[in-house]
């Protein structure tokens, strides 16, 4: 029976996947990142504002989509796609699996630096409190871990779907770094709480909640794109 | 006629790929033959231009490295994997506007060329959607562009079934009769239905060039290709005609 | 060969998928943005909008680059076996890029062109627009395929593309964050160099001066140049770098190109505006008062880049002094100052003039020259001079003036003009010349696309490419609505109803005075509104 090699898999994004390692321990290095501005609403909820999420999500995601994009570079290249077929290989081992594979290993690799990041977040909070008398409100580290786990779950659907559809990293990843650039310029304005990276560019990151709506959108969009980037698989390399 | 003088060249500082390369090659068909790694590929890219050694390369008296060298001699690569989204007609034409084909004759040249090599009917056709027989076939009309002396195709049959082959070598025959023809090849039906001459290479050295004849009776016996190409391998000694 | 080898390159570029993925980002994205501020958002013109669309520079700068990336990694085999030099082909292929690419200034060109005719906003005005949005995309076309070659060319690496990421932030308006740190405290510096590198408009998001119209100066066409030369540096730095062994004329074309880089570079930082603080310029209150007071000015005023003025202003004492001060403003240099024929003893420091010695009354003949440009704390670049334009509100020492000086001045000025002018001075004009006697206590005068009405016996001046205001209520609202408004002589607003005055600019935003009307002798500065409203009442 045939088995597809993790150990070759992983060669093929070592390097791409300790930059990303790199930088998310050259972020620790920084107290910027960390810094928040709290208060209560009129509502008498919480809010926390600080650029936290152009840290952890905006620049986590571009190397996100290098790492997923060559990891499925030859998946659905027509010619590789035909000669992986060739083993008996379907798309449920090929693509599937591997997706689950590289998205466990991401997570991995991430969410222990988005527990250390809530962690100096909350003892910038206690400062808070500390220096002007007023009780803050500490972050909940499920809820950002459950944000984040989403975010990095969907940016590696995305570029899974992309590949599909372009069939090309390059193509995949141009389209990635043109979107992004517009989520920082005009998307918070356009789709509001629905933008991609809601929180990082002049909107007030949901720091208190589970499932913000930008997050609700994200899990939708999964679960359409997953299927799509399996039958786009399926049926081109028949 | 092509002229090689003393010609040295190596990609390390002190590595010889090529050691001492005299040769003079007439017009005909040289089959430049070796093991990999002996330095035809090397040899080649220094005729074509492409790396410059030690030496001198000439084409009747012509220099290598001069915009008169580059127009008499045209060059098929062994991955000739020109741009996909052009279509044939246009691959052509520029090669016969690069040769030096003036304007108004390029039409016909390339429409001759494709009847000669059989792609006229492939002219509109996008280069990528052409078999591989059919892409060597441009390759050898976009040789013929122009008023090359000299043609070096490399390796033109590898991954080429015997009957595309036996094809090819119709073609070639035709097309290039009268003019210097170098083939660097590993296989040994080229040899037998093409060469009317013969270099080897061996660890860089030219270790045989024998008109194809006294190739074939260089041993002084009966004997055939396999043991010829295992006999000159091994050899130290330069046999010229 | 060079044009067999450009339309080889052309041809290859047109049919390919990223340059197809890109047209249709690029267009669809400009497309469905308008859509979308098209329906949230009136704007006053057809430029306001355009500038509105300024965050897609961002990703069309990232396409771009991308591309660029692509070509410079493609082999080339068919060059090859035709003998064709690596250095040509390279060469002839990043010039092939940036021609191609550059015929996406279709959609500036067009947009311009068609806008200007339905918007009827006049030849001039539909020229300048055009020359802005079609040179604005050309420098963001140079700038981003020339790193993006580069880069390509050199790592041969898909990592390559990453490289876009941090090319679009230095090179577009994001930089400012970058800057910000760097400069932290230095505006002047920090805008300056975001501005540099940026491939953007400057002040993109500052209030325009709206009857400018699109800001074409020399800046602007320095900008331009400067990613010219910086395209053919970096042109002769690949080609010296394909050709694998040193050539001087490769290098030489890079050494000249750099040259001409710097020269141009320094010349942009020495035309990027000043910021100012309105205490500085504006609303100077009773700063080093003098014994004197000015009493005319006539002579020849040449309102165009760098203005000249040929000026004789008449000075009377009302006191015992050694000297007299006067303000005029330090960007004009001073060519000659003479009184009765001789050259004055004169020192200067900063925006005062010093003359010694003066007799009770003088004439001043003052000829001088200079290029204003300033931008407020607002970012607005709203006190200026250039060829079809110009900003010189009251207040501003454009003239030699003396502070606190309130007396009534006699006007006799013959000022040429590239554009309309309008002034609190009544005017004769005569072609592109207007001609001033009239006597006020101060003077402004601006230039640009602006015209007038007139009712009650009021004449209105506004902005005639502003489609969006109504200026009516914009007048009632400032007249019977505010009960506020700006004192410019003590700098605070004042409780009250101002008086009515025969001439109202509804032009533009002086900042400082918190959008009151700012009312003069005999005539009243009010902000006209803004460039774009969301939709629903318009105001």
Redesign the interface.
């Known amino acids: 029976m045939s088995r597809w090699s993790k150990k070759t898999d992983f060669l093929a994004v070592r390097?791409p996947l300790l930059l990303l390692v790199l930088y998310l321990i050259f972020m620790q290095l920084f107290k910027k990142p960390f810094y928040l501005s709290c208060g209560w609403t009129d509502a008498q909820t919480p809010y926390a504002d600080g650029d936290i999420y152009i840290w952890l999500q905006f620049v986590v995601f571009?190397f996100v989509c290098?790492v997923v994009s060559?990891y499925f570079e030859e998946t659905f290249r027509l010619p590789s796609a035909h000669y992986i077929g060739a083993f008996g290989l379907g798309t449920f081992k090929t693509v599937f699996m591997r997706y689950v594979r590289i998205l466990i290993a991401l997570e991995a690799v991430y969410l222990p630096f988005v527990v250390l990041s809530v962690f100096r977040m909350n003892a910038n909070i206690e400062a808070n409190i500390r220096n002007f008398g007023i009780e803050y409100a500490l972050l909940d580290t499920a809820a950002i871990l459950t944000q984040c786990s989403v975010a990095m779950l969907f940016y590696v659907t995305i570029t899974l779907f992309l590949m599909a559809v372009f069939r090309s990293?390059?193509?995949t990843?141009?389209?990635l770094?043109?979107y992004?650039?517009?989520e920082?310029?005009?998307m918070p304005e356009?789709l509001g709480e629905y933008a991609l990276f809601y929180g990082a560019f002049r909107s007030l990151p949901e720091l208190y909640s589970y499932f913000p709506a930008n997050t609700v959108l994200m899990l939708v969009l999964t679960a359409i794109m997953l299927p799509a980037s399996l039958i786009l698989h399926k049926v081109r390399r028949a | 006629m092509l002229n090689i003088e003393n010609l040295n060249f190596g990609y390390k500082k002190n590595e010889s790929t090529l050691k001492n390369i005299n040769l003079n090659v007439d017009s005909g068909f040289t089959l430049l033959v070796g093991e990999n790694g002996s330095g035809k590929s090397t040899l080649i890219n220094c005729i074509t231009g492409q790396l410059s050694g030690s030496g001198s390369i000439k084409i009747n008296e012509i220099p290598c490295g001069s915009e008169d060298y580059a127009k008499l001699i045209s060059y098929l690569p062994q991955v000739f994997d020109v741009y996909p989204m052009l279509k044939v007609r246009e691959i052509l034409e520029f090669v016969a506007g690069l040769k030096g084909v003036p304007k108004e004759e390029v039409k016909n040249e390339v429409a001759l060329a494709a009847q000669r090599t059989n792609t006229d009917a492939f002219l509109e056709n996008k280069f990528k959607k052409c078999s591989e027989g059919m892409k060597r076939r441009v390759g050898i009309a976009a040789a013929l562009m122009g008023k090359s002396e000299v043609i070096i195709l490399d390796e033109p049959t590898a991954g080429v079934d015997p009957g595309e082959r036996r094809q090819f070598y119709r073609t070639i025959k035709e097309c290039f009769e009268g003019k210097t023809v170098i083939i660097s090849t590993h296989i040994l039906d080229d040899i037998e239905s093409l060469a009317d001459s013969i270099i080897m290479l061996s660890r860089g050295r030219v270790t045989c060039h024998l008109p194809y004849g006294e190739f074939l009776s260089s041993l002084g016996r009966e004997a055939t290709l396999e043991e010829l190409w295992m006999h000159y391998r091994e050899a130290e000694d330069v046999t010229v005609e | 060969m060079n044009k067999l080898l450009f339309k080889l390159n052309s041809k290859l570029i047109f049919r390919s998928?990223?340059f197809y993925?890109f047209i249709f980002?690029i267009f669809g994205?400009y497309a469905f943005?308008s859509f979308?501020l098209l329906s949230d958002s009136y704007y006053s013109n057809y430029v306001v909008f355009f500038d509105t669309l300024t965050?897609?520079d961002?990703?069309m700068?990232?396409?771009l680059f991308?591309v660029a990336v692509?070509f410079s990694q493609q082999k080339n085999t068919l060059e090859n076996i035709c003998f064709v030099p690596r250095s040509k082909s390279v060469g002839v292929k990043f010039l092939s890029v940036i021609v191609c690419s550059s015929t996406i200034c279709v959609i500036p060109f067009a947009f311009m062109l068609i806008s200007g005719i339905v918007e009827k906003v006049g030849a001039l005005f539909v020229f300048i627009s055009v020359v802005y949005g079609v040179l604005r995309w050309l420098v963001i076309i140079l700038i981003a395929q020339t790193f993006g070659f580069l880069i390509g060319y050199i790592t041969n690496s898909?990592?390559s593309?990453?490289f876009?990421?941090p090319f679009?932030i230095l090179n577009t308006f994001?930089n400012e964050y970058l800057f910000n740190w760097l400069f932290s405290g230095d505006s002047n510096r920090m805008y300056s160099f975001s501005h540099y590198f940026s491939s953007q408009q400057k002040f993109a998001v500052g209030m325009p001066v709206e009857y400018r119209g699109p800001v074409v100066d020399t800046e602007f066409f320095v900008k331009f140049l400067i990613s010219v030369f910086l395209c053919l540096t970096i042109f002769f730095i690949i080609i010296q770098i394909a050709k694998k062994k040193f050539t001087f004329k490769a290098m030489s074309g890079a050494v000249v190109s750099a040259v001409f880089l710097c020269i141009f570079s320094a010349f942009y930082f020495q035309l990027h505006p000043v910021r100012y603080s309105n205490e500085e310029k504006l609303y100077i209150s009773g700063y080093k008062t003098q014994p004197y007071k000015i009493t005319s000015y006539s002579g020849n005023i040449s309102l165009k880049e760098w203005a000249e003025y040929d000026i004789a202003v008449g000075v009377k004492g009302t006191g015992d002094a050694e000297s007299v001060t006067l303000r005029i403003d330090e960007s004009l240099d001073i060519k000659s100052l003479e009184i009765g024929g001789r050259t004055a003893d004169f020192e200067r420091s900063g925006d005062l003039l010093t003359v010694h010695s003066p007799d009770d009354e003088f004439t001043l003949e003052l000829r001088c020259r200079g290029r204003i440009s300033y931008v407020s704390n607002a970012n607005s670049m709203n006190i200026y001079t250039s060829a079809v334009s110009c900003a010189l509100p009251p207040d501003f020492a454009f003239l030699p003036k003396i502070d606190g000086d309130k007396s009534q001045k006699q006007y006799d000025l013959k000022i040429k003009s590239g554009n309309t002018l309008i002034s609190n001075l009544d005017m004769e004009e005569q072609g592109d010349i207007y001609i001033i006697s009239d006597s006020a206590s101060t003077a402004c005068f601006f230039s640009g696309f602006l015209t007038q009405t007139e009712k009650d016996g009021i004449t209105f001046y506004y902005a005639s490419c502003d489609k969006l205001t109504d200026h009516d209520e914009i007048y009632r609202i400032f007249r019977e609505d505010s009960n506020l408004y700006f004192d410019h002589e003590k700098n605070e607003i004042v409780e009250g109803k101002w008086e009515e005055k025969p001439k109202v600019f509804i032009i533009y935003y002086m900042y400082g005075t918190n959008a009151f009307a700012v009312p003069y002798d005999d005539f009243v500065m009010l902000h006209f509104g803004f460039t774009t409203q969301i939709r629903g009442p318009i105001c």
């Open positions: 390097l571009i290098t060559f990293r390059v193509y990843m141009v389209f770094m043109a992004g650039v517009l920082v310029t005009m356009l | 998928f990223i993925l980002l994205g943005f979308q965050f897609m961002a990703v700068y990232v396409l991308s692509f898909v990592y593309y990453l876009a990421i679009t994001l």
